[in-house]
């Protein structure tokens, strides 16, 4: 039972575009959210992320919106650069649970130049 | 500051044989983990530990799968015997605190089992 999921496998957009990654999870008790980007040979590596008291979060280029009603979150990447090309993991927790990571399969970005 | 570090990064075994991994988090890191990703899913725990004790062990296979970390530094994974659903790549995680949110991964260790 994916509890996260990452229902497109890949997306590819132009250099100087909005990247949209989308990422919906089922579990209502995950209070805290992330996400990673992975690049081929390498560890993932952390992105940015969004407690449930809050519904966005920005670190320059780098924007999370979380829907707690529809349990849904997005990452937008304005603008995008051939260097965001990877695999991007979303991934939740729960305050209590000693912040076991539940991740997503992933979404393989390529940002077109 | 240097990173997580883990070894070997490739590994091939036949089935039925054992393999070990190892895995030295970063300098002060309380908190281990080590995660399973297999091609096209996301990585999936599988034990946590805090300093040398477990945390959690739910999604271990513990028939095949055994962790330590004896000292509450260095930890090695050990697989015996394999099966050909245990390729994947190995992946180690350190974090400072048990309730930090950011954890700190290495390059993983990618095991073929044929």
């Known amino acids: 039972d994916q509890q996260v999921k990452q229902n497109s496998p890949s997306l590819s957009v132009q250099e100087g575009r909005i990247s949209i990654l989308n990422c919906d999870y089922t579990n209502s008790m995950f209070d805290y959210f992330l996400w990673y980007k992975k690049y081929p040979a390498e560890g993932p590596t952390f992105l940015i992320s969004i407690s449930s008291i809050k519904d966005k979060n920005e670190d320059g280029r780098f924007t999370v919106f979380l829907n707690k009603s529809a349990k849904h979150l997005s990452l937008h990447i304005v603008p995008s650069q051939p260097g965001d090309s990877a695999v991007y993991f979303c991934a939740a927790s729960e305050t209590g649970a000693n912040s076991k990571l539940t991740f997503g399969k992933g979404i393989t970005l390529s940002v077109r130049p | 500051e240097a990173g997580v570090a883990q070894s070997p990064r490739y590994k091939i075994i036949e089935k039925r044989q054992s393999v070990a991994f190892w895995c030295n988090p970063i300098?002060?890191?309380?908190?281990l983990y080590w995660y399973q990703q297999i091609l096209g899913q996301g990585p999936k725990l599988l034990i946590q530990f805090q300093n040398n004790g477990v945390v959690d062990d739910s999604q271990l296979p513990k028939d095949r799968f055994s962790a330590e970390r004896l000292k509450g530094v260095d930890s090695t994974l050990k697989i015996q015997p394999a099966k050909l659903e245990d390729s994947a790549v190995y992946l180690c995680a350190s974090s400072l605190a048990q309730e930090s949110d950011e954890q700190y991964f290495g390059p993983g260790t990618r095991l073929t089992v044929t």
């Open positions: 300098s002060g890191h309380a908190t």
